[in-house]
């Protein structure tokens, strides 16, 4: 089974502009969680979708936004862009067949610099 | 309010000897923890996780943890350190009540080296 894969793996960007970064998830995995990693902060929690709908929601202002497509793939966007937002972003699924024990599966991650 | 603890950003072994990263947790409700390990330029893989089954939770790679209750701890340990252990290591916990908030809250991660 392949695994989680996200697109695309680096990204560079400038200040004010958008990104869209995707995930598709590992293949009858409905659930979809996105985070930030950055080495001061850590592992921050984005945002967790399951079939379209969203579920949680992290500590990030409104311009981090995501969405989930019927074939459970997910999109995050972030807009205007700033420094402070060059991060690994790392988008994991699972399965919820096991509740709160659930496993969740990690992709490689979208290395995000903002110049 | 749920919180990890990881003590220790940088933990350095020598290569055959005793793995120890500390973990401690912080909850309200009977909690699900998890290790979960990086290496360098790849995603987060899992490495073990407490479901409240058993104590003593083995991993993959043999590394194990122990869930202890009244020292709210799960350290993660490995009898004998191997130079492809090197990564980054991180637990996390996910409250095991009711509801949709199923989020997993995540320690600031430890960095371990293994030297020849």
């Known amino acids: 089974k392949a695994g989680v894969t996200q697109t695309p793996r680096y990204l560079i960007k400038t200040r004010g502009q958008q990104v869209t970064l995707s995930c598709s998830p590992i293949?009858?995995?409905?659930?979809v969680s996105w985070y930030q990693q950055t080495p001061g902060q850590g592992l921050q929690f984005l945002f967790e979708?399951?079939?379209?709908?969203?579920?949680n929601k992290g500590n990030f202002p409104g311009r981090f936004s995501g969405r989930q497509f019927s074939n459970s793939r997910s999109e995050m966007n972030v807009s205007t862009l700033e420094l402070g937002d060059s991060a690994l972003y790392l988008c994991?699924?699972?399965?919820?067949?096991?509740?709160?024990?659930?496993?969740?599966?990690f992709g490689p991650g979208t290395r995000l610099t903002v110049l | 309010a749920q919180s990890v603890t990881q003590l220790g950003s940088h933990v350095s072994v020598s290569e055959g000897a005793l793995v120890l990263l500390r973990c401690n947790y912080s909850s309200s409700v009977p909690p699900y923890l998890f290790w979960y390990v990086q290496y360098p330029n790849q995603g987060l893989q899992l490495l073990l996780k407490y479901t409240s089954a058993a104590t003593l939770v083995k991993g993959i790679n043999g590394f194990e943890a122990e869930f202890k209750k009244s020292e709210t701890s799960f350290h993660l340990t490995k009898p004998s350190a191997h130079m492809s252990d090197a990564a980054e290591y991180f637990c996390?916990?996910?409250?095991?009540?009711?509801?949709?908030?199923?989020?997993?809250?995540w320690g600031l991660g430890t960095s371990l080296a293994v030297n020849p």
């Open positions: 996390a916990v996910r409250s095991g009540g009711a509801g949709n908030n199923r989020k997993l809250i």
């Open positions: 979708y399951f079939s379209e709908t969203q579920r």
């Open positions: 293949s009858g995995h409905r659930s």
């Open positions: 994991a699924s699972s399965s919820l067949t096991s509740g709160a024990t659930d496993t969740q599966y």
